[in-house]
């Protein structure tokens, strides 16, 4: 299902996606080559004609990496598991990158019911999600029929209990693959790209320094006002900094 | 080949020794002199010499000469009497012109022998003392007002001066530079001291100082034609820490100038000149330096900027394991020396490395800093097995060329034997086991595989695509479900086809019943009628003939609201075919009255079932 109509956008993007394909085999034999700069410029390339893919970001992070950009590493890092977050690699070469990373913030462990639905809704993209949505909404509607044209009790009993569990199962990954895009929409996580950076108690320059957070942190967006956004780190400490010294996942 | 240029080294140094021990013929004079100057030049031995031939003096008048000498000294140390005396030779010259003129060794015979002298150079300025005494007899009055007003006023800046000197101004990153600190005074103002010494901070550079002797010593030197007395102050080697146009600080010194003090009060005061001794301070001028950057520089450069040798060492080549090895590096030649780092070397994995010993010997001179630097790394192999340590680079910047020069060690090839201790294995294996770990301390590698591209933030989910799915499935589900609804209404009406079919049906059975009956075959007949009933009912019940008995079938005859004697009726009739066809003798009745009855109560069924 899901290879079908990722064929049907790669036809209506034919011509493009051809040419990004082969902009990425030459990116990774820069790469392969150790020279990271030029692997750089090539994924940069790609992204810049509007094209993503988890690869893509995940490559760029490593040629940011062994370029010691580790900021711009941990930023890729970050895109590719919005759009891959069950990838193991990211994941590993996100917590290397991120050890280098001045803060270390002791993040909040929150109520285990909430890691665990997080940890199920991130388990799977947004497109995973809306499929397994579709999947069980159509198993839904087969046991429906079954119900409806069923002779015997048992028949009607079991494909009636079933029919709720699936269009159950179809909502919730409904929602799952909403909250997934929102993710991807919205982007409330940022990554701090200056080198150190004062976070003040209201948006100007007056306000009270309230902490200091360096490169490669990352932070959740809360509130945006001109040119200062709101952040709220991992411990939930909040405050206010300009917007340039923060890059949207 | 080196150890035979050490000991011709060694050997010639020893007769150098041996040469200044013995003999020692020395020609003095000034550096320069001015035109009309009279000096002295003078030719010291220490041994009584013979037939002294002058060089070529043609540039300069003799005034007087050679006035002789002697002196001797005689010293007992510890019991050791040493006898020494010197003879000498003096002239007195004056130069004819102006110029730089070099003065030929000249040559003396002791015994026998001849020895020569060093050559020596002079350079004649234009003659000033004279005209300059000459001004100052005209400008004394006015210097004498300016005097008591200001006491230090007198003197000028062009008689008494700081300059620092740097040997180049335009230097790359790291590159040595000399700066010496000269203190200028014109030959006629009488120095007394110094005091408040203000030494630059050379900030932007790594300084090395190198030694001059506390007491300064005066040298004459000529700076923009006028002849000064120069002392050196302070020599410094700068290394540039920083790039871009480095401004050194002035060197500040306050000097004691010792003055006379004409006062015109009394008659004897004429006599006696009074001096007092006047504060002067002298600035110099600040001094920028140009320092560019490196070019690109290589990935293993540590800094290293000059020119050098490099060599490297191993302890020895075999060894057991847990046996300590060291590998000594050596930088020799000049430059920052002080200010490189030490060279990394990659040991095998599971070797324990310490942290590099330096021990430099360097020294500043004139010439920069020169010496060598050792590297000593120290590492125990915890293992047997033959190894390799990679030959060790060593990049470093030529200033004078401004290229990189790698220099590299062979490369060491080490074997280790399994050493006594054995008990040590268990902790030699919480090493290596360490060591794995911090190997695999990299990103893992990219990914090769084709990827699935697709436009920015495009998801499938909230797609057209997406939406059409859920509203197709559900609209081929009711599809589906009308479809199937109507089957089961159409079969439905198939009950009622058969219902509608049922009279006939019955009547054609009914009719085969009565052609029976016309050729009197009654088995036959009860058959027909009987089968015609059960059919007729089951198809106007819509109740299947194997499901079919008396009772259901009158049951659902009075659902349908039939009367109760109609009913009867019927069963009656069916019991008087089954009474005919199993028992005849039972039977009253006649085929004719049965055959009436079937017909009339399919009547009346028909009328009232629909």
Same mark, same amino acid.
């Given at each position: ?23 990425? %085999? ?48 941990? /930023? ?6 919005? /759009?891959? &977050? ?22 909040? &462990? ?13 388990? %799977? ?69 200056? &080198? ?6 209201? &948006? ?20 945006? /006002? ?24 | ?134 001004? *100052? ?28 000197? #740097? ?29 408040? @010494? ?13 030694? @001059? ?117 050596? #930088? ?62 060593? @990049? ?6 401004? *290229? ?124 027909? #009628? ?33 009367? *109760?004697?109609? #009913? ?43």
């Amino acid at each position: 299902m899901k290879r079908i109509i990722y064929t049907i956008l790669a036809i209506l993007f034919t011509a493009t996606v051809f040419a990004q394909n082969d902009l990425i %085999q030459k990116a990774n034999e820069h790469y392969a080559k150790e020279e990271f700069q030029k692997a750089i410029d090539g994924y940069n390339q790609i992204l810049m004609a509007g094209i993503e893919s988890p690869e893509v970001y995940f490559n760029l992070g490593n040629a940011y990496y062994k370029t010691k950009q580790y900021t711009l590493s941990i /930023l890729n890092y970050e895109r590719a598991k919005l /759009l891959a &977050p069950d990838d193991q690699d990211v994941e590993f070469n996100l917590q290397v990158a991120n050890q280098k990373v001045v803060d270390s913030i002791q993040e909040l &462990p929150g109520i285990f019911i909430v890691r665990w639905w997080n940890a199920i809704v991130n388990s %799977q993209t947004t497109d995973t999600w809306a499929v397994i949505s579709i999947i069980c909404f159509v198993v839904f509607l087969t046991m429906m029929g079954f119900y409806f044209f069923a002779k015997t009790s048992e028949v009607k009993r079991i494909t009636f209990w079933s029919g709720c569990f699936l269009i159950l199962f179809t909502i919730f990954s409904w929602s799952f693959a909403a909250k997934q895009k929102s993710r991807l929409v919205n982007h409330s996580y940022a990554i701090v790209m200056q &080198p150190t950076v004062t976070v003040k108690s209201s &948006p100007s320059e007056k306000g009270t320094n309230l902490f200091v957070i360096h490169e490669g942190l990352k932070v959740r967006i809360t509130d945006k /006002l001109g040119d200062w956004v709101e952040i709220s780190l991992s411990d939930g400490n909040k405050g206010w900094l300009l917007t340039e010294s923060v890059e949207r996942i | 080949m080196i150890r035979k240029i050490k000991i011709v080294l060694v050997f010639m140094l020893v007769g150098l020794v041996a040469m200044a021990d013995s003999t020692q013929f020395v020609m003095e004079g000034p550096e320069v002199v001015a035109m009309g100057e009279q000096f002295r030049l003078g030719f010291t031995l220490n041994e009584r010499g013979t037939d002294l031939q002058l060089p070529d003096l043609s540039n300069f008048d003799v005034l007087m000469g050679p006035s002789t000498s002697q002196s001797s000294s005689i010293q007992i140390i510890n019991g050791k009497t040493t006898q020494t005396s010197s003879f000498s030779y003096i002239f007195i010259l004056r130069a004819k012109k102006e110029g730089k003129f070099s003065i030929r060794p000249a040559s003396i015979k002791v015994g026998g022998k001849t020895y020569e002298s060093n050559s020596l150079n002079i350079q004649v300025v234009k003659g000033q003392p004279q005209q300059s005494s000459g001004q *100052q007899g005209g400008s004394q009055q006015n210097a004498q007002q300016q005097q008591d007003d200001t006491p230090s006023g007198n003197i000028s800046k062009d008689n008494l001066f700081v300059r620092v000197a #740097v040997d180049k101004t335009n230097v790359s990153k790291g590159e040595q530079i000399l700066s010496t600190v000269k203190l200028y005074i014109s030959q006629n103002v009488p120095l007394n001291g110094f005091d408040d @010494v203000k030494l630059p901070s050379y900030e932007g550079f790594w300084t090395k100082d190198i030694d @001059v002797p506390t007491q300064v010593n005066f040298t004459r030197e000529v700076y923009n034609g006028k002849i000064y007395q120069v002392g050196i102050l302070k020599k410094t080697i700068l290394f540039p820490q920083q790039t871009g146009n480095i401004r050194i600080d002035p060197f500040e010194i306050t000097c004691l100038v010792r003055q006379r003090v004409r006062q015109q009060q009394g008659f004897f005061d004429d006599f006696f000149d009074n001096y007092r001794v006047v504060k002067a301070k002298v600035v110099s001028d600040p001094v920028t330096i140009n320092v560019k950057d490196l070019p690109n520089q290589p990935a293993n450069f540590n800094g290293a900027v000059g020119n050098f040798t490099f060599s490297g060492t191993l302890d020895k080549t075999t060894a057991k394991s847990n046996e300590a090895m060291t590998l000594k590096l050596t #930088v020799s030649g000049t430059g920052n020396l002080n200010l490189i780092n030490p060279p990394k070397i990659e040991l095998p994995q599971d070797f324990e490395a310490y942290e590099p010993k330096t021990t430099d010997k360097t020294m500043a001179s004139d010439n920069g800093m020169s010496g060598s630097v050792t590297f000593e790394y120290l590492f125990i192999p915890r293992y047997a097995g033959n190894f390799t340590i990679p030959a060790v680079q060593f @990049v470093s910047f030529n200033p004078s060329t401004r *290229q990189f020069v790698t220099k590299s060690t062979e490369a060491f090839n080490i074997k280790i034997e399994k050493g006594k201790d054995d008990q040590n294995s268990g902790v030699v294996n919480s090493y290596s086991k360490e060591d794995v770990k911090m190997i695999g301390k990299d990103i893992r590698y990219i990914k090769q595989n084709r990827t699935q591209l697709k436009p920015k933030g495009s998801t499938f989910y909230g797609t057209i695509e997406f939406y059409s799915i859920f509203i197709l499935s559900t609209l081929a589900f009711a599809v589906f479900y009308v479809v199937n609804r109507k089957k089961i209404e159409e079969s439905k009406n198939l009950t009622l086809v058969k219902n509608k079919r049922a009279n006939k049906v019955a009547l054609k059975r009914l009719k085969e019943a009565s052609g029976f009956l016309k050729s009197n075959q009654a088995e036959k007949f009860y058959e027909a #009628v009987i089968k015609a009933l059960w059919g007729y009912l089951s198809d106007k019940l819509a109740i299947p003939v194997a499901d079919l008995n008396r009772e259901k079938a009158a049951a659902s005859l009075l659902d349908k609201g039939i009367e *109760q004697d109609v #009913v009867s009726e019927l069963m009656k009739i069916i019991d008087d075919c089954e009474f005919a066809r199993y028992a005849p003798s039972a039977f009253s009745g006649t085929m004719t009255e049965i055959y009436d009855g079937a017909a009339k109560v399919m009547g009346i069924f028909e009328k009232q079932i629909k």
